[in-house]
């Protein structure tokens, strides 16, 4: 057993961060998010205690007034939450990586704990399944039902939307969270470990909820969707490039150049890239009128042909669990090569 153990982490490290990606997927795909607890849950939880106790509810003008208070508040909050246990992590891994150089036992466990961290940051399954609350009760005509789901992943008002509608808004969260929730958990594990993908995760997720421009969270969540902004970049080039390479039309990568010009008129660059390129991949287009919070909200078209439609939304997660793989098979191919060649 032990010298089984010895053989295998003596590939390299591309090959062993491979392994652990496969492992993470195929945990990902037979266990689903946790039931009782998740980590995101409680970190979420964490978050909304210190945004109600450092950043109350207030008027546009008090938030303007007091708007350099109200952004160093965002930050120092920022940094209480997020930073501590990426960098504990990181710690801990280097100090067990340094007293595990004999011990293969030891390399094995480290493998395992940071195989199952990846696990906990990939939402696949969970992706797929809230979208399918959404295509499913549409497919059998229960719009109140659809539209109760539709809130659960999007923030726009739901209670006048179509059909066509929700199929818009279920494909846009799955480009987007494609990227969130998946491949740039992927693409951190493999530049940085388990630490990096952490800190995305908090860091994605502190966006998430404290990066929307209202009088609350303008200042307040302005550092907080400024990092994500900067950490997300390069992460969705890459997922735009997997959607090309899992797309219908492989390789057909003149698509990205329009994709990228598309995104830049898009509120979010990063989540503009990847709705762009998907759409434009699987031949439909997103944009257009939503209504957030009573206002009305017009979105630049992004892809290209037709109108999406209800039956994209499988279509979108068909992609998205393509990328993922093919990104994973890309990178054992690398490592096999590189083992071959030197």
Not at 10 to 33: H, I, K, N, P, Y
Not at 121 to 132: E, F, N, P, R
Not at 202 to 227: Q, S
Request: overall charge positive; some cysteine.
């Amino acid at each position: 057993m032990i010298d089984f153990i010895s053989t295998f982490l003596s590939f390299s490290s591309l090959a062993l961060s491979g392994s652990q990606l496969v492992f993470a997927l195929l945990l990902d795909r037979t266990l689903g998010e946790p039931k009782h607890f998740h980590p995101l849950i409680g970190f979420g939880h964490l978050a909304n205690c210190l945004a109600a106790k450092f950043n109350p509810p207030r008027s546009s003008e008090q938030a303007r007034l007091q708007r350099k208070k109200t952004r160093f508040k965002g930050m120092l909050c920022w940094a209480l939450l997020v930073l501590p246990l990426p960098v504990a992590l990181w710690v801990l891994n280097s100090i067990a990586y340094a007293a595990s150089s004999d011990s293969p036992l030891l390399l094995a466990l480290i493998w395992l704990l940071n195989s199952v961290l990846l696990y906990l940051a990939i939402g696949l399954k969970s992706l797929q399944q809230h979208t399918l609350q959404i295509y499913q009760p549409l497919v059998q005509g229960d719009m109140a039902c659809a539209r109760h789901f539709t809130g659960y992943m999007v923030s726009r008002d739901t209670q006048t939307l179509t059909t066509q509608d929700m199929s818009r808004a279920a494909v846009e969260s799955v480009l987007e969270n494609g990227h969130d929730g998946v491949i740039a958990s992927l693409f951190y594990f493999v530049l940085g470990g388990a630490p990096l993908v952490v800190l995305h995760r908090l860091i994605n997720t502190l966006d998430a909820m404290w990066g929307y421009k209202t009088a609350r969270f303008l200042y307040f969540g302005w550092w907080a969707a400024r990092v994500d902004d900067h950490i997300g970049w390069l992460s969705t080039y890459c997922t735009s490039l997997l959607y090309v390479l899992a797309g219908p039309k492989p390789f057909y990568f003149k698509l990205l150049p329009f994709a990228w010009q598309q995104a830049r008129q898009y509120k979010s660059q990063n989540g503009g890239r990847c709705m762009a390129t998907g759409a434009s991949v699987l031949d439909f287009t997103l944009g257009g009128t939503s209504r957030y919070q009573g206002n009305i909200i017009h979105s630049p078209i992004l892809g290209r042909g037709r109108e999406v439609a209800l039956g994209d939304i499988p279509r979108s997660i068909r992609l998205v669990k393509r990328s993922a793989w093919i990104f994973t098979f890309m990178l054992l191919f690398c490592a096999l090569v590189s083992k071959a060649i030197f």
